[in-house]
């Protein structure tokens, strides 16, 4: 029986390297800025995704991006990295996690929003286009 293989999130400094230049691309076109935890998803040895989100809210943490890196989607790495957003979250001790869906490849937006849905995010009642999961 062959072993399940875990994921891992490895906190990024200033120095982000990658060796796949699909998730290089997107860390160079996402700045590392005061209030911004950024993070290389692992499955196993192999980098899986690229996570960013903004922590300076008051009472949120906002998903600002998370890409998945094109051969391991659906694979279970985009639920994976919500969860770590959810976990975050609470150790933050902020009530929410949001996000504001924007396709990042040929995923249709409609699609996106539902795929966040399906994870237990609900549309914001004051911006009906930011998604939240209350955590607290």
């Not at 906190?11 to 982000?16: F, P």
């Not at 694979?75 to 976990?87: L, M, N, P, R």
């Not at 609470?90 to 937006?109: A, H, Y």
Request: proline content about 4%; some cysteine; glycine content about 6%.
């Amino acid at each position: 029986m062959e072993k399940a293989q875990e994921f891992r999130f490895e906190e990024l400094g200033e120095i982000r390297k990658f060796s796949s230049r699909e998730l290089q691309a997107r860390a160079d076109s996402n700045p590392l800025q005061d209030g911004r935890r950024q993070f290389l998803v692992k499955l196993g040895d192999r980098e899986a995704a690229y996570l960013s989100f903004d922590v300076f809210l008051p009472d949120e943490v906002n998903l600002y991006e998370v890409f998945v890196a094109r051969e391991l989607r659906n694979h279970g790495v985009g639920s994976a990295c919500i969860q770590f957003g959810v976990e975050l979250t609470t150790k933050l001790g902020k009530s929410k996690l949001t996000v504001r869906p924007k396709p990042l490849s040929e995923q249709s937006k409609g699609d996106l929003v539902a795929w966040y849905m399906r994870r237990g995010f609900a549309p914001m009642a004051d911006d009906p286009h930011l998604l939240k999961i209350v955590v607290t």
